[in-house]
Structures are given as C-alpha cells and as structure tokens.
C-alpha cells in the first residue's frame, strides 16, 4: 500500500520553505489555518492519487486519475501519472510530485543508457530495480509510491509495485496511492486471473472510478494505457463517460 | 492508551420491500460491538469502547424511559437523536461513533449513522469502523435496493470477508443479526465458512 493523503504530507526542511510564495508581513494573520483562509500556498504540491496496474495474457494494463493538489486546491486537474520510462515500459506514480519526477526522469536516463549498452529492450524487472534502488536509498528524503508496469520479450507483461519505504514486488494486479485504501476490497473480489485486455480495461477503469468517487485527491479524467508487444495504446476516460455506481 | 480503540467492520443493509434488515459486525476476541437498546432496534460502535460503552448505556435508559412514556415502541429516529444529542453535546470528551438500526412500525427498517463530532445522517447502507476504508469502492459497486434477505446476507458477508483480508485488526468471526418486525435473529459465521477470494 503506497497511498498518501496530501493533508499528512509535511514540508521536510527550511530548504524546501523557500519554495512556498513569499506573502508580504501584513498578512501574517492569514497564516494560521482555518476554513475561510485555506494554506494551500504554503502546502507542497503531491499527487494524492489512485493508480493501478493489472497484468493480462500479452501485456499490462495501466491507469490513473488525474488530480494533482496543493492542500484543498487542484493544481491540475488533468494530469498525466502514466509515465513512460522506455518504449514499452510505463510508471505510475503516487505521492510528492516533484518526487516522483525527479525520480522517474532519472530512473529514465539510467535505463535508456543500459538499453544502448546492452543493445536490445530492457527487461521492466531492470526498470523496476533502478526504481527500488533509489527509493530504497533515499528513503529518508523521498515520499513516493510507484507501480512500474510494461512488456518485454523474455517474461511478457509484468507489474512491479515500489511502495513508499523502497520494497520491490512482483503482483499481478496492483494498486496504490490515496485512494487505494477503498477499491482492495474490490479488486480483491474482482480479479480473476486469465482476463482479456478488454475485462482488464474494464475493470481497472471500474476500479479507478470507484476510487474517485470516495477519495478526496483522486479525481478528474481515468487515464489508461495498454502495454504489449505491439506497443502502447493510450485512452482517457472524461468525466461523464466514466461509470457510474453510489447512489448515497 | 489507545489499545481499547475498537476496530469493529460495521454495515448495515435495507431491504424495504420485504421490511427487514440486516446489521453485521466482526468481533475479534469475545468483544461485544452490537448493542440492543431496545427490540428492534440496535447499535453497532466504532471507536473508544468505553466511550461507546458509556452512551449506549444512557441511550438506552433514555430510550426505555421514553417508550413508556409514549406508551408505544419508540422509533429508530428516535434512538438515533437520542445518541446524536449525547455525541454532540460531549463531542470534547467522546471517541465514539455508532450505527443506529432496527425497525419501527412508522417507517419500517432504517439506518442512522451517528459520526464522532455528533452529525445524524440517514442512509440507505453503511459501513464502519477501520476496516471499512477498504470495502467502499467494493459496496458502492455491488449495493442494489430492494435486495432480498439472502442476497443482503451474501453481500454483507462478502463485504466484510474483504475488509477481514485487508484489515490487521479485524478478523475471527462474523455476527450478523436480522430485524424484523416479527422477529430478531442472530446468524454467527465462523472464519473457515468465510468466502475466499482471488489470493486465498
């Protein structure tokens, strides 16, 4: 479970206050926290999120919502948490933004070297160790929870899950993120192993939604992406397409 | 000083066709989580157990003493303003929230959820208690009205047979009681007769 609700997140140093805007001194008495003066200026970015990953017969199947927030206000509402690490390899990424960026740019420059040395595809189980092994190491500084899914030629499709601490494992249907905490009971309930591409869309989209509609940070558009042999195929599901289901 | 948080998986289903009702709670250990305050109707809690403990004790008297005075059985409404008005005005000192259900003549079966700070909402399910964050997305997926009793029954111990998988501090067994107008039953489900699911 790599699920962090943004209200918990704490700025970690004097270094990164710097970051927040600067207000001039009278308006000091803004700065203690109420309703009618939310402190999102002074809150650090994150993407409190829901994503998921299942693996299928030739590939894996990738989502994501796409809300980024500052405390209560959504920094951006369409945002893109799939992101590509190698030609058939994907991260989604949870937890501080600014985090998971440096991480996954990073993470992507060490892999795309590999590649070259070893001339062929990289193996997303690589993809996934440089992930652990930078998350494990700075595990102190870092607040990020990420899944690394893709397909390569030597195991097929795979999901690799890179929870907040540093721990790296294999599942075949993974989750993470805010909201996350909500939809274990019914991914576990719902996966069945031996799904098609098109059950497994179905039921990740099935499962972000739920998710969205309970988590306060998870919300906005359901980003999906299919990894297989043949390459990647990207969709969005916008607002009134996506299912629906509570009715309190 | 935490260690009596309670950590009961609560839900409460209505079917209104058939006019009955189902209430279910996980107690781990021989800890009481359902309370009857009166024939129909009773009380599921989550939270400080001593807390909880202390306001069903008064509900109760309260509730008792108010039905003889009405000279009739009182309302589920009822019971549940009666646990709202306690949380509400000691909401400093409380670390309780309850799940008010059962069946009156006027409305037949209800649910009230009386939450920590003292706010009464009426609905048609709930669910409770730490475990329960980990079956939202599953009830919101599989609640349908006007479920018979043994659809209710498989819902709500699929339900809390996830939160059971997820939850460290909930497990061993599943008390179900069914309220009636006529009767009140209790149905106990052992962990071994649980159903499993995908990793199990």
Known sequence: MCGLLPGVLQLRSSFKMAAALQFPANVSTLNTYNDLYPDWTQREVSTGTTIMAVEFEGGVVIGADSRTTTGAYIANRVTDKLTPIHERIFCCRSGSAADTQAIADAVTYQLGFHSIELDEAPLVQTAASLFREMCYRYREELMAGIIVAGWDPRRGGQVYTVPVGGMMTRQPVSVGGSGSSYIYGYVDSNYRAGMSKEECLKFTAEALALAMERDGSSGGVVRLAVISEQGVERQAILGNQLPKFSTV | ?200
């Open chain 2, 1 to 200: 000083m935490d260690s009596h948080h309670s950590y009961s998986q609560v839900k409460g289903v209505s079917t209104g066709v058939s006019s009955l009702f189902i209430v279910s709670y996980v107690s781990s250990k021989t800890i009481n989580k359902l309370i009857q305050v009166h024939d129909r109707i009773f009380c599921c809690i989550a939270g400080s157990l001593a807390d909880a403990q202390a306001v069903t004790k008064m509900a109760k008297f309260q509730l008792s003493f108010h039905s003889i005075q009405m000279e009739s059985p009182p309302l589920v409404k009822a019971a549940a303003s009666i646990m709202r008005e306690l949380c509400y005005n000691n909401k400093e000192e409380l670390q309780a929230g309850f799940i008010t259900a059962g069946w009156d003549r006027k409305k037949g079966p209800q649910i009230y959820v009386v939450s920590l700070g003292g706010m009464l909402l009426s609905q048609p399910y709930t669910i409770g208690g730490s475990g329960s964050t980990y079956i939202y997305g599953y009830v919101d997926a599989k609640f349908k009205p006007d479920m018979s009793l043994e659809e209710a029954t498989q819902f709500s111990t699929n339900a809390l047979a996830l939160a059971m998988g997820r939850d460290n501090v909930s497990g061993g067994v599943v008390h179900l009681v069914v309220i009636t107008e006529a009767e009140v039953k209790h149905v106990v489900v052992p962990g071994n007769k649980l159903p499993k699911f995908h990793d199990e």
